[in-house]
Every structure is written in structure tokens, then in C-alpha cells.
RNA sequence: GCCGAAGUGGCGGAAUGGUAGACGCGGUGGUCUCAAAAACCAUUGGGAGUUAAAUCCCGUGUGAGUUCGAAUCUCACCUUCGGCACCA
């Protein structure tokens, strides 16, 4: 295999000279200070603030050098633009370390943010370093608390014992969202099941809502995900009669989405975890039911879950009656029903569900067909059949096609009070509690006479205490700090015990987009105008990877925010867009591989400029990209050669010929790359905004060889390149931009227009084709053809004569200005 | 298993019903140089053809279809990547 020659393109400038020059300068200057009032109409433009790990690696260029481009873009048609940069500074990695190396979390993440605040700067972004945030201060952390409060006393906020996801090496609990393959999203540690008292965030109840986007554009694919995530189904809650057993409860609920197969139900199976379980299980079945509910537990949520796996189950000795046919039907136990989704009870139908089907050839229940496959003549089995089909042993429905039956029944039911139409969810509350000390403390106090207190408003923040102790407990190490919780009632005054939980850090970035327009505001959580000035997001960026945590919390956090008042709009976020993944050498990049790319080696060689514009210029920013070292020369060639050009002394054209034509068609070429240029930046098509560029700028080096057109034209035209270049390579363009003579930042000129006639060719190319394939191509002035005329001059070609001579044209098509295809 | 996206030169990619391969990388030949690197110029999908050209044929994962015309639309299949996966 040819190894590549490792060649290294020499640049004609210092590049870290002039970068630093500027970045200085803008700074002075306040250059990118944003003013809330300023002219303009607002944008907003935000992409996903970083986890400060210390060190802005590749992944974080490929964010945040595009999106800044994007944001400066927006600026120079006009806008006044917000692009803001905080730092998601809670987490689990801090602390992970803290034990680890004895660094105090919060040392350690301020060093970090230091570090990366600088090599932010040195990406020549355009933040406005005055609206930071930083979510492990107080001033940050303590509006998480007051808004939990909010939650609390408006029913969004809720303390329950309920099994939990335990990741044992974070020693932590986990939301659902934060569960991947029954693995830590996180370390990849297998999740264990706890049950524990813990904090929920009631999202359930905004679910309809979430499942609505049609307010807000964001790609299909993540729309979808969140819908899938959220994972309504309509169906049916059917009562099961169990008042034979003289119990409180006289019914058992089950859920279904198949009404329609009510009449092939052969048994009824409940979840483990289900509290009548107990209560209806006969003495002589209850050894081998609590057994197995013992059994059952001791499985984490994967084994449970896992498709592959055995159904198993036993019998509870009751039995209870389906309204419909009257009949008595065995109740059983197994732990394929799940305790958390519908009612937590299942009307098996084996006949017509994958599920039961299995379990009842185990365990020899009766298998009874209800829904008629095609052709069916009254044979067994093999399978569950799930198709559409027509009724057969249901009473007065038989016949009906399943389609129809499904709303039949269900009214029929729900006239007789059988039951109701119901929906059920995939979708959980949000557990927020978390066993760690590096996140916002959960601000409620236990009291042994008050019980449940929330914390005063007036004394909020509950702060970290600074001496906290890091072990590996498994619970909170502020559960081991007695000055942190041992604390007075405000309700009472007597002793209390602060919760010790913290919470989740995905709280912090669910509203941070709001701070953001406000960020050193005391009074409240944001400032209430400014709020509304900046807000909604106009334009978000980031990874796909949160399409259903932070991207749904974040939307949740919206809705719930709007109905306390706080918030007059729906949505977070409007427009949305994904960039893809960076890799090299074609392969994900990681240490074990040795595959890193460190940017801030390549920046010191060859300057911010080069390497943001190679990160662009490399694939569709959606898609991803492969880095290639010898990829970034033909960046940096590229930068010189403009260099080159815009720093050529103008007496070369003084003495020169002027061809008139040569000076138009510059002219024209010049209008069509703005068009483009413009064009594609809008819709985030950075690689084809450069290769315009480059050919822009190529085009420019013929000239200059030709030296045929004036001063005045060439000036203008290198100006043009240099504009539409600012928002890309900020610092070079700014260069140049004052060696041009210009006193002001090119950072503050507006794109230019373009003229639509100027920006066509006035010379196209007639494609003549005979029965479709390419014969000729023909110069004709744009335009001005008529059809005859077109079709005239292609059966004039020299190129086309031999191929239609002699033969009868059947068709002849057009395409103005573009095409004649000769059918023959 | 289900859902979704993608498959184009040696490589990254462009073109979303009308000139396939823009732009860049890499390669080849040349200029400069004692030499190399860098830079610059030319060339670069495969094949047939010719002294040279003209010209022709093939070609966008595979196979079919729609159309005057398909990388682009439709169907089936293959491969890769992403998401979901006992949710009744």
C-alpha cells in the first residue's frame, strides 16, 4: 500500500501572529459584545454547551467552528445576534476524579473551564464572554432549586419508593433515558435494580403535548425518536371480574390495544411487583409465588427484559371472569408484564400475541383463534398470527372484519361499563434524584413532626458544603457531611434532615437556554423582558445523541415553565440541526486506537483559520467527516493563494489592457458566488460554500494572470471574496480586510446583495441528446432562443447529422435554455 | 426482529428528473533547484480507437420497472451506519 508522503504546505503569513493580533483587538474593541437592544432583528442562535473535561478535542471544533460561522453569518445579513457559551459544569466525571486523584470537584472544573475558555477564544469565535454560564455556581444551581420548588408546589415534582436503575461504579441512580442496552449511558457498567425513595419530574403529563411538533422544525428523525420514546397507545381498560373473592377491589384492569381479540383471552397474567398479587394468591400456590416474585427481583430490568429469554411464570389459584363471554379464566404471574406500563395486568391472547403465545406453549394454556388469518380452515397454530382478519368465536361479532370490530367493541364495552377507551405511555417520569455530591442539592428538608418540607425561597441557594468527604458509598457523600444535613424545620424550627440527593445534571440544561438572555440576573431566573426579547432559540446545534433527554427534558421544561407563568411561547428550540460525527482514518476516534486528533497542534501550525475551514469543508456538516492531515494542506494552500491575491501590489493593473468582457464576466462570476455562497450558508452547506469560494477565488487567479480588467473591478472583487470568507476564517478575512486600507472590522459590513441577472450566465449550454444520450453541446446566449430556434441549431450540429440522418423524428423535447432531446 | 438514513473515481465528496464526478486530496508529467521540500503549470473514471485527433462504448451497491431522458422516482434484494427492542 502507497503511504501518502507526509508533506507539509508552508504558510506565507504567521498565522498564530495575526490570530492573536486579532482576537486581542476584538476583545478591546468589545467587538462582540451583544446588546439587547441593538438594531436588527433578533436571532438566536445556540449550540450544545460542552462538559468542561478539560481539554476541547476535535468532536468540540466540529460542534462549535461551524455553528460560529453560522452565528457570524446571521450578523453580517443583519442581525442582531445572540450566541452565547456556558459550560455544562455538573457531573458525574469531576467527582469520579475527586476520588480517584483527592481533587476537589469544583478545583478541578474551574481549571477546565479556564482551559477552555482560552481555547475557545483561540477558535476565533464570536461569544459574548459576559453572558457565561457556569452551571456549578450558586448563582447558576440555585434557580434549578427554585424552579424544583415551583415543581413541587404545582404537583411536577414527587417523591415515590419505586425500583430505580442502579449504575454500581457511578454509584448512582439513572433516568430511563440514560439506560443504553440495559448498560450506564455513561460507563457501560450493567445497570442493577434498587428500589429507593426518589425525586420525579411529573414529564408524563405533558406527553400529549411533546408528541406535537408541529411548532418547532427539527429533522424527522428526531421527531420520530422522541415520538417513539414517548410511545403512545390508544386501546382499552377492560375489567376483569374478581368479586368472587370478597376483596375491596372488585375488578382487575388490564390494558389492551387488541379489543378485538377480548373474546380469545385464555388467561390474565399481572406483574410481580402488582400489589393484588399478594392479596389474590391462594395459600397453596403461595411458596411458589413468592419465589418467584423473589426471583423476579433479584434480575435487573435487562434479564428481565431481554427478548430472548424464556418466558417464565406460575400460577396464583385465582381466577376472575371476562365480562364478555362470561368466562373463568386463570390469573397468573409473570414477569414479561411489567408493573409500570397500562395497568400492570394483561389479557394474554395467545392466539394473536407473540408474548402469550410463548408463555401458553409452555405452560399448556388453551390457545383460542378469535381473529381469522386469510384461508384459514380451523388448523392450529404455529405462531401468533397479528394480522388483519375476520372475527370468528366472538358472539355478535363474528364476521366483522378486525378493523372494524376494534371500535365496535370498545363501545359495546363501554356501554355495558365494562371498561373505557384508554391510552398508555413508554414514556416514565423523570427521576432527577442522583447518590452524588457534584450537582445541585435537591432543596427539600425532612422534618419527624412536618414531614416533607420544601425549603424557603428566601434561603435559597442550598449550597455544597466545600469539606465534603469522597467515598464510594453508594450514597450520597453529603449524607456523610453533618453540617450539610442536619439542619432546622421552616416549618417548625425543630431538627430536620436535608434530602442529600442531587439532581440529575440534565436539570441544568433544560432551561439554561432561557438564562442565557439574562445570565447575571438576581432577581429571578431570568429576566422577564429579556426573556422574551431573545427567546425562542431561533437556530439550535448539536449531536443527535440527545434526542430524548435533554432535547425532551429541555422541551418539557418549556411547557411546564409557560404554565407557571414564567414563559409565553411553547417551544425551545425552533429550527434544529444535528452535525454528524468526526472520525479518522476512517474510524472512530479514541486513545486506544491512537487515532486522537489534538486540534490545538494543528492550530499552532497552520492557525484557527485553516482548521475551521477544513472541519467544513471536509462532508456535509450533517453527515460527519473523515479528518485527513493532507486534507488541511489544501486548506492552508488555499488560504495562501487568497492571500496571495488580496495582497498583490495594484500597480501590476495599472498599465494594463482592459478587456471589457473580461471585466463583465468577473462582474457576473462575482454576483453568482454570493447568490451561492448565501445560499448555502442559510442551509448549513459549509463545504459547498468553500468549494464556491475556491472557484471564485481560482477564476480570480486567471485574471490576475490575464491582468485585463481595472483597479477598481479587481478591487471590489477580492473585497467581495474577503466578506463572504469573514464568517468562515475570521481572522485571515480581517487581515487582509485592513490591508485593503479599511479602518473598521470586516466583521461589521453586511453581505453583500446580489443582482439575479448579473448572478445567471448570459452563455448556457444547449444539451442536444438523441434518444437521450449526450450527441452535442452548443454555446447559445441565455435566453433569447426560442424553441424552433433550439431545436433548429441541434439539427444543424455536425455532431447530430449522422446520428438522425435518415431516420423519422418521432418527438422533439425541449427544456428552455438547457436541453433539446431528439427522439427518433 | 421492527423503524430510519446512506451506498457515486484511488480517497473526502458535488450534482435530488436533463452535460455524472464540481471543489479538494492523492497520483502522473513538467517548470524552478546541485538536490529535495514548498510553490507553480498541465493531466487524471474505465475501455475501444487513431501518428495525433475526431469519435464510440461502459459506468453512481445488485436486479427489474416508470420516463423522450434516472445517481435522482417505484419495487425487490444486498451491504453499512443510526435508533428501538417482551410497552400488552
Given at each position: 500500500?502507497?503511504?501518502?508522503?507526509?508533506?507539509?504546505?508552508?504558510?506565507?503569513y504567521?498565522?498564530?501572529?495575526?490570530?492573536?493580533?486579532?482576537?486581542?483587538?476584538?476583545?478591546?474593541d468589545e467587538?462582540?459584545?451583544?446588546?439587547?437592544?441593538?438594531?436588527?432583528?433578533k436571532?438566536?442562535?445556540?449550540t450544545?454547551?460542552?462538559?468542561?473535561?478539560?481539554?476541547?478535542?476535535?468532536?468540540?471544533?466540529?460542534?462549535?467552528?461551524?455553528?460560529?460561522?453560522?452565528?457570524?453569518?446571521?450578523?453580517?445579513?443583519?442581525?442582531?445576534?445572540?450566541?452565547?457559551?456556558?459550560?455544562?459544569?455538573?457531573?458525574?466525571?469531576?467527582?469520579?476524579?475527586a476520588?480517584?486523584?483527592?481533587?476537589?470537584?469544583r478545583?478541578?472544573?474551574?481549571?477546565?473551564?479556564?482551559?477552555?475558555?482560552?481555547?475557545?477564544?483561540?477558535?476565533?469565535?464570536?461569544?459574548?464572554?459576559?453572558?457565561?454560564?457556569?452551571?456549578?455556581?450558586?448563582?447558576?444551581?440555585?434557580?434549578?432549586?427554585?424552579?424544583?420548588l415551583?415543581?413541587?408546589?404545582?404537583?411536577?415534582a414527587?417523591?415515590?419508593?419505586?425500583?430505580?436503575?442502579?449504575?454500581?461504579?457511578?454509584?448512582?441512580?439513572?433516568?430511563?433515558?440514560?439506560?443504553?442496552?440495559?448498560?450506564?449511558?455513561?460507563?457501560?457498567?450493567?445497570?442493577?435494580?434498587?428500589?429507593l425513595?426518589?425525586?420525579?419530574?411529573?414529564?408524563?403529563?405533558?406527553?400529549?403535548?411533546?408528541?406535537?411538533?408541529?411548532?418547532?422544525?427539527?429533522?424527522?428523525k428526531?421527531?420520530?425518536?422522541?415520538?417513539?420514546?414517548?410511545?403512545?397507545?390508544?386501546?382499552?381498560?377492560?375489567?376483569?371480574?374478581?368479586?368472587?373473592?370478597?376483596?375491596?377491589?372488585?375488578?382487575?384492569?388490564?390494558?389492551?390495544?387488541?379489543?378485538?381479540?377480548?373474546?380469545?383471552?385464555?388467561?390474565?397474567?399481572?406483574?410481580?411487583e402488582?400489589?393484588?398479587?399478594?392479596?389474590?394468591?391462594?395459600?397453596?400456590?403461595?411458596?411458589?409465588?413468592?419465589?418467584?416474585?423473589?426471583?423476579?427481583?433479584?434480575?435487573?430490568?435487562?434479564?428481565?427484559?431481554?427478548?430472548?429469554?424464556?418466558?417464565?411464570?406460575?400460577?396464583?389459584?385465582?381466577?376472575c371472569?371476562?365480562?364478555?363471554?362470561?368466562?373463568?379464566?386463570?390469573?397468573?404471574?409473570?414477569?414479561?408484564?411489567?408493573?409500570?406500563?397500562?395497568?400492570?395486568?394483561?389479557?394474554a391472547?395467545?392466539?394473536?400475541?407473540?408474548?402469550?403465545?410463548?408463555?401458553?406453549?409452555?405452560?399448556?394454556?388453551?390457545i383460542?383463534?378469535?381473529?381469522?388469518?386469510?384461508?384459514?380452515n380451523?388448523?392450529?397454530?404455529?405462531?401468533?398470527?397479528?394480522?388483519?382478519?375476520?372475527?370468528?368465536?366472538?358472539?355478535?361479532?363474528?364476521?366483522?372484519?378486525?378493523?372494524?370490530s376494534?371500535?365496535?367493541?370498545?363501545?359495546?364495552i363501554e356501554?355495558?361499563?365494562?371498561?373505557?377507551?384508554?391510552?398508555?405511555?413508554r414514556?416514565?417520569?423523570?427521576?432527577?434524584?442522583?447518590?452524588?455530591?457534584?450537582?445541585?442539592?435537591?432543596?427539600?428538608?425532612?422534618?419527624?413532626?412536618?414531614?416533607t418540607?420544601?425549603?424557603?425561597?428566601?434561603?435559597?441557594?442550598v449550597?455544597?458544603?466545600?469539606?465534603?468527604?469522597?467515598?464510594?458509598?453508594?450514597e450520597?457523600?453529603?449524607?456523610?457531611?453533618?453540617?450539610?444535613?442536619?439542619t432546622e424545620?421552616?416549618?417548625?424550627?425543630?431538627?430536620?434532615?436535608?434530602?442529600?440527593?442531587?439532581?440529575?445534571?440534565?436539570?441544568?440544561?433544560?432551561?439554561?437556554?432561557?438564562?442565557?438572555?439574562?445570565?447575571?440576573?438576581?432577581?429571578?431566573?431570568?429576566?422577564?423582558?429579556?426573556?422574551?426579547?431573545?427567546?425562542?432559540?431561533?437556530?439550535?446545534?448539536?449531536?443527535?445523541?440527545?434526542?430524548?433527554?435533554?432535547?425532551?427534558?429541555a422541551?418539557?421544561?418549556?411547557?411546564?415553565?409557560?404554565?407557571?407563568?414564567?414563559?409565553?411561547?411553547?417551544?425551545?428550540?425552533?429550527r434544529?440541526?444535528?452535525?454528524?460525527?468526526?472520525?479518522?482514518?476512517?474510524q472512530?476516534?479514541?486513545?486506544?486506537?491512537?487515532?486522537v486528533?489534538?486540534?490545538?497542534?494543528?492550530?499552532?501550525?497552520?492557525g484557527a483559520?485553516?482548521?475551521?475551514?477544513?472541519?467544513?469543508?471536509?462532508?456535509?456538516?450533517?453527515?460527519?467527516?473523515?479528518?485527513?492531515?493532507?486534507?488541511l494542506?489544501?486548506?492552508?494552500?488555499?488560504?495562501?493563494?487568497?492571500?496571495?491575491?488580496?495582497?498583490?501590489?495594484?500597480?501590476?493593473?495599472k498599465?494594463?489592457?482592459?478587456?471589457?468582457?473580461?471585466?463583465?464576466?468577473?462582474?457576473?462570476?462575482?454576483?453568482?458566488?454570493?447568490?451561492?455562497?448565501?445560499?448555502?450558508?442559510?442551509?448549513?452547506?459549509?463545504?459547498?460554500?468553500?468549494?464556491?469560494l475556491?472557484?471564485?477565488?481560482?477564476?480570480?487567479?486567471?485574471?490576475?494572470?490575464?491582468?485585463?480588467v481595472?483597479?477598481?473591478?479587481?478591487?471590489?472583487?477580492?473585497?467581495?471574496?474577503?466578506?463572504?470568507?469573514?464568517?468562515?476564517?475570521?481572522?485571515?478575512?480581517?487581515?487582509?480586510?485592513?490591508?485593503?486600507?479599511?479602518?473598521?472590522?470586516?466583521?461589521?459590513?453586511?453581505?453583500?446583495?446580489?443582482?439575479?441577472?448579473?448572478?445567471?450566465?448570459?452563455?448556457?449550454?444547449?444539451?442536444?441528446?438523441?434518444?437521450g444520450?449526450?450527441?452535442?453541446?452548443?454555446?447559445i446566449p441565455?435566453?433569447?432562443?426560442?424553441?424552433?430556434?433550439?431545436?433548429?441549431?441541434?439539427k444543424?450540429?455536425?455532431?447530430?447529422?449522422?446520428?438522425?440522418?435518415?431516420?423519422?423524428?418521432?418527438?422533439?423535447?425541449?427544456?428552455?435554455?438547457k436541453?433539446?432531446?431528439?427522439?427518433i
Open positions: 500500500m502507497a503511504v501518502p508522503k507526509s508533506r507539509v504546505t508552508e504558510l506565507r504567521d498565522a498564530s501572529k495575526i490570530e492573536l493580533k486579532w482576537q486581542k483587538r476584538w476583545e478591546e467587538l462582540y459584545k451583544v446588546r439587547d437592544t441593538a438594531a436588527g432583528q436571532w438566536y442562535e445556540l450544545m454547551y460542552p462538559y468542561p473535561s478539560g481539554d476541547l478535542h476535535i468532536g468540540h471544533w466540529y460542534a462549535m467552528a461551524p455553528a460560529d460561522a453560522h452565528a457570524r453569518f446571521k450578523r453580517m445579513q443583519g442581525y442582531n445576534v445572540l450566541h452565547p457559551m456556558g459550560f455544562d459544569a455538573f457531573g458525574l466525571p469531576a467527582e469520579n476524579a476520588i480517584r486523584e483527592g481533587i476537589h470537584p478545583v478541578r472544573t474551574m481549571d477546565n473551564i479556564s482551559n477552555m475558555r482560552q481555547q475557545l477564544r483561540r477558535m476565533g469565535t464570536m461569544y459574548d464572554w459576559d453572558r457565561e454560564i457556569v452551571t456549578c455556581s450558586p448563582d447558576y444551581y440555585r434557580w434549578n432549586q427554585w424552579i424544583f415551583q415543581f413541587y408546589k404545582n404537583d411536577l414527587y417523591r415515590a419508593y419505586a425500583p430505580a436503575n442502579w449504575c454500581p461504579k457511578d454509584n448512582t441512580v439513572l433516568a430511563n433515558e440514560q439506560v443504553v442496552d440495559g448498560k450506564c449511558e455513561r460507563c457501560d457498567s450493567m445497570v442493577e435494580r434498587r428500589e425513595n426518589q425525586w420525579f419530574f411529573r414529564v408524563t403529563k405533558y406527553a400529549d403535548e411533546l408528541l406535537d411538533h408541529s411548532q418547532i422544525q427539527w429533522p424527522e428526531i421527531n420520530t425518536m422522541q415520538t417513539n420514546w414517548i410511545g403512545r397507545s390508544e386501546g382499552v381498560d377492560v375489567e376483569f371480574d374478581i368479586s368472587e373473592y370478597g376483596l375491596k377491589e372488585k375488578v382487575l384492569t388490564t390494558f389492551t390495544t387488541r379489543i378485538d381479540t377480548i373474546y380469545g383471552v385464555t388467561f390474565v397474567v399481572l406483574a410481580p402488582h400489589p393484588l398479587v399478594e392479596i389474590l394468591t391462594t395459600p397453596e400456590n403461595k411458596e411458589a409465588v413468592d419465589n418467584y416474585i423473589v426471583q423476579a427481583r433479584r434480575q435487573s430490568e435487562v434479564e428481565r427484559l431481554s427478548t430472548d429469554k424464556a418466558k417464565t411464570g406460575v400460577y396464583t389459584g385465582a381466577y371472569i371476562n365480562p364478555l363471554n362470561g368466562r373463568r379464566i386463570p390469573i397468573l404471574v409473570a414477569d414479561y408484564v411489567l408493573r409500570t406500563y397500562g395497568t400492570g395486568v394483561v389479557m391472547v395467545p392466539a394473536h400475541d407473540e408474548r402469550d403465545f410463548k408463555f401458553a406453549k409452555k405452560y399448556g394454556l388453551p383460542e383463534i378469535v381473529v381469522s388469518p386469510d384461508e384459514w380451523g388448523e392450529e397454530l404455529s405462531t401468533a398470527y397479528t394480522g388483519e382478519g375476520v372475527q370468528v368465536n366472538s358472539e355478535q361479532f363474528d364476521g366483522l372484519h378486525n378493523t372494524e376494534i371500535s365496535k367493541i370498545a363501545d359495546y356501554s355495558k361499563g365494562w371498561g373505557r377507551r384508554n391510552k398508555a405511555y414514556i416514565r417520569d423523570w427521576l432527577i434524584s442522583r447518590q452524588r455530591y457534584w450537582g445541585t442539592p435537591i432543596p427539600i428538608v425532612y422534618c419527624d413532626s412536618c414531614g418540607v420544601p425549603v424557603e425561597e428566601d434561603d435559597l441557594p449550597t455544597l458544603p466545600d469539606d465534603a468527604e469522597f467515598k464510594p458509598t453508594g450520597s457523600p453529603l449524607k456523610l457531611n453533618e453540617c450539610f444535613w442536619k424545620c421552616p416549618s417548625c424550627g425543630g431538627i430536620a434532615i436535608r434530602e442529600t440527593d442531587t439532581m440529575d445534571t440534565f436539570v441544568d440544561s433544560s432551561w439554561y437556554q432561557f438564562r442565557f438572555t439574562s445570565s447575571g440576573y438576581t432577581k429571578g431566573i431570568f429576566d422577564p423582558d429579556l426573556v422574551s426579547t431573545w427567546s425562542p432559540v431561533d437556530q439550535y446545534t448539536g449531536g443527535a445523541e440527545h434526542a430524548v433527554m435533554h432535547l425532551l427534558y422541551r418539557f421544561f418549556t411547557k411546564a415553565l409557560r404554565d407557571l407563568g414564567l414563559l409565553d411561547f411553547d417551544e425551545p428550540f425552533i434544529l440541526f444535528n452535525q454528524g460525527h468526526i472520525i479518522a482514518n476512517h472512530k476516534m479514541s486513545k486506544s486506537r491512537g487515532n486528533i489534538a486540534p490545538d497542534k494543528y492550530v499552532r501550525r497552520v483559520d485553516a482548521v475551521r475551514c477544513y472541519l467544513m469543508f471536509l462532508g456535509p456538516w450533517d453527515r460527519g467527516g473523515d479528518w485527513s492531515d493532507t486534507g494542506n489544501g486548506m492552508v494552500r488555499w488560504i495562501n493563494r487568497v492571500w496571495d491575491l488580496a495582497s498583490r501590489d495594484l500597480k501590476f493593473l498599465d494594463t489592457s482592459i478587456d471589457g468582457k473580461a471585466v463583465a464576466d468577473l462582474n457576473r462570476m462575482k454576483h453568482k458566488t454570493i447568490r451561492r455562497v448565501v445560499s448555502d450558508m442559510e442551509q448549513f452547506k459549509f463545504n459547498t460554500v468553500l468549494a464556491s475556491m472557484e471564485y477565488s481560482n477564476e480570480l487567479n486567471m485574471v490576475l494572470e490575464r491582468k485585463s481595472d483597479v477598481k473591478s479587481w478591487t471590489d472583487a477580492v473585497e467581495k471574496l474577503l466578506i463572504l470568507m469573514a464568517p468562515i476564517t475570521p481572522h485571515i478575512s480581517e487581515e487582509l480586510w485592513s490591508q485593503f486600507g479599511h479602518e473598521t472590522s470586516i466583521h461589521l459590513e453586511k453581505l453583500p446583495d446580489w443582482d439575479p441577472e448579473l448572478s445567471s450566465d448570459d452563455v448556457v449550454t444547449l444539451v442536444v441528446q438523441v434518444n444520450r449526450l450527441r452535442d453541446r452548443i454555446e441565455a435566453e433569447s432562443v426560442t424553441e424552433e430556434e433550439a431545436v433548429k441549431l441541434a444543424e450540429s455536425d455532431k447530430v447529422i449522422p446520428h438522425i440522418r435518415g431516420k423519422v423524428i418521432k418527438r422533439e423535447i425541449y427544456v428552455p435554455a436541453l433539446v432531446n431528439i427522439v
